[in-house]
């Protein structure tokens, strides 16, 4: 009886080693990957103040008002982001019933799984198809990428129009078609208009630096640089000039040079010291982080072999080591990180274009700690390296998993009960890592602890950020607002600056208004007139006692108390 079983699950694991050998299959994976991954928590939590709500906004805007070549916010131009990105979520609000969480976070999310293939391809170009599936796995364990998968920003999308425009220049530069340069450019110009010109310089510039650190002088004059910018100026200016003539002068000059090169010199926005993303760069690669000596040290090495070589009057063996993995995606990090790093404004989710780099890069790592031979091949103190610092990574999460339950107890109790399953999670699947990883069983220790950092971060989206997001939405206040008013009445806000949530919920621009003086001339003698504002300006109006207001509703949202006050008598309250 037991043979029989054995022949069984001997053949079944024989089929299931065949399919994944078929590069069709590892795609669909990646897809299903993602897809259970990214669309399930985009509706699950409420849209989250400033970034998230801002979007919502100015693509309800172009809904309803029309401004889709200038995009506006709150019936005002808005030029410090390009319309791309609220283009699809119209597109999508069209396809999905209207606008809502699902329809704006989607862009992300299609960017995520997008991002997750590109760099499957990519890895499977610089070297092969098993490159390509460590290093998206890799990225799409990142909670960073994850977190940022299934958020309503610019950033994810980004990120894939910078990784597809290095993908297609490295296709046209290991020999493929020319016409992928020219590829090249139209997804510069894309990236563009996603974010500004950040989505041409990351990519322009590290190509530039990795030709002329390679000494490849000839090939910079093969990138077809007058048909490539042609095709760049003309996918940017399809958009650019009929803005700049809707939009004026003003417009013109803040999309082109305020927003742009005033906030990369003077950095007006997320002034951060030089060395900030020294900092943050550990932070936005976990659990990754401690791979990043063994990526140095490996490249260091097959950089100096090669050094080594020349200088010998030698060529080295493609079999001794893999000189083009890492070399294209290390100078892609360090091209980027230095450019950003130079810029007066410096924010933590600027650096997401280098996640895919990364991947890339720790995917030629891993290969070396999973191929006997090549370990066999390196120096004692590279296989140190690299077994040391992938073990140390699951013992990090075992450590995080046992004492992250005192924080959150101590700071927030409510999340004890809702964390302790997800700790649980992490923590079992860290061990079983650990003990594959001392028996040197490495490739089922990777994929145990991609599984086990995916299905963290999936459990921890689906059910505690929508206990989360509940302190920081105003969805429920304007729920509860709606149950006073009716469709046609008038609500203002009083002394509160951001009100971009507020526009959104109510479906319409709202009043803003900051003095006292306004305030009662905009209650008096209406009596379907409404006014919300904090608990704080309530209290100071009410020492006036001859203020004609009442309340209506008092409401903690967003970690803020708001009073919605109307027209009459004060109230007892």
């Known amino acids: 009886m037991f043979p029989l079983y054995n022949n069984i699950v001997m053949n079944l694991l024989n089929v299931f080693k065949k399919a994944l050998e078929k590069e069709f299959c590892l795609i669909s994976i990646l897809i299903m990957i993602g897809m259970a991954a990214f669309l399930p928590n985009l509706f699950r939590h409420d849209l989250w103040e400033p970034d998230e709500l801002r979007c919502a906004e100015v693509a309800r805007e172009v809904l309803v008002d029309g401004h889709w070549i200038v995009p506006h916010l709150e019936g005002e131009v808005y030029p410090d982001k390009p319309p791309l990105y609220f283009w699809l979520v119209t597109l999508f609000s069209y396809c999905f019933g209207g ?73 046209a530069y290991s020999g493929n078609s020319s016409w992928f340069y020219l590829l090249f450019y139209f997804l510069m110009g894309m990236g563009t208009l996603t974010k500004g010109p950040i989505g041409f310089f990351i990519p322009f510039l590290t190509v530039l630096s990795y030709l002329l650190g390679r000494r490849e002088w000839k090939n910079i004059l093969q990138l077809r640089l007058l048909s490539g910018f042609l095709i760049f100026a003309g996918t940017v200016a399809s958009w650019v000039v009929p803005a700049i003539i809707i939009g004026g002068r003003d417009y013109a000059y803040q999309i082109l040079f305020h927003q742009n090169v005033d906030r990369y010199i003077g950095g007006w926005n997320h002034q951060n010291p030089f060395t900030y993303y020294f900092k943050v760069l550990p932070i936005i690669l976990m659990p990754w982080t401690p791979l990043l000596p063994a990526v140095f040290v490996l490249w260091f090495s097959e950089w100096r072999m090669r050094n080594n070589s020349a200088h010998q009057g030698g060529r080295p063996q493609a079999s001794s080591f893999r000189t083009p993995q890492s070399a294209f995606p290390i100078m892609w990090l360090i091209t980027t990180f230095v450019f950003l790093s130079c810029s007066g404004s410096r924010g933590r989710i600027y650096l997401l274009p280098v996640l895919p780099a990364v991947a890339l890069a720790m995917a030629s790592t891993l290969n070396t700690l999973f191929d006997s031979l090549l370990i066999a091949r390196r120096s004692l103190l590279e296989s140190r390296v690299t077994k040391i610092s992938y073990f140390v990574i699951p013992c990090l999460f075992i450590a995080g998993a046992v004492s992250t339950p ?17 700790l649980g999670i992490l923590g079992v699947g860290s061990v079983v890592c650990v003990i594959l990883t001392i028996y040197k069983v490495y490739k089922a220790s990777f994929i145990a602890f991609v599984a086990t950092v995916l299905i963290t971060s999936f459990t921890f989206s689906f059910q505690v950020l929508p206990v ?43 009043k803003r208004i900051s003095t006292e003086e306004e305030l009662r001339r905009f209650l008096e003698g209406n009596s379907r007139a409404f006014c919300l504002m904090k608990e704080r300006h309530y209290r100071n109006i009410m020492q006036d006692p001859d203020s004609p207001i009442s309340v209506v509703l008092k409401m903690r949202a967003s970690g803020i108390r708001f009073v919605l006050v109307t027209a009459g008598a004060p109230n007892a309250e």
């Open 99 to 171: 606008l809502n969480t699902f329809s704006i976070r989607l862009p992300s999310a299609l960017a995520g799984i997008g991002g997750i293939l590109i760099t499957f391809f990519f890895g499977k170009q610089l070297g092969n198809k098993w490159t390509g599936l460590i290093a998206s796995l890799i990225l799409a364990a990142m909670p960073c990428y994850f977190t940022m998968s299934i958020t309503a920003r610019m950033d994810i999308l980004l990120t894939f129009f910078v990784s597809s425009a290095f993908y297609c220049f490295y296709l």
């Open 468 to 510: 989360i997001s509940q302190d920081r939405s105003v969805r429920m206040l304007f729920a509860e607002i709606s149950r006073f008013t009716k469709e046609k009445d008038d609500l203002c806000t009083y002394l509160i600056p951001e009100t971009v949530g507020y526009s959104y919920y109510w479906g319409d621009v709202l």
């Open 406 to 422: 005192l924080i959150i107890k101590h700071n927030r109790p409510s999340l004890f009960t809702l964390s302790l399953p997800i």
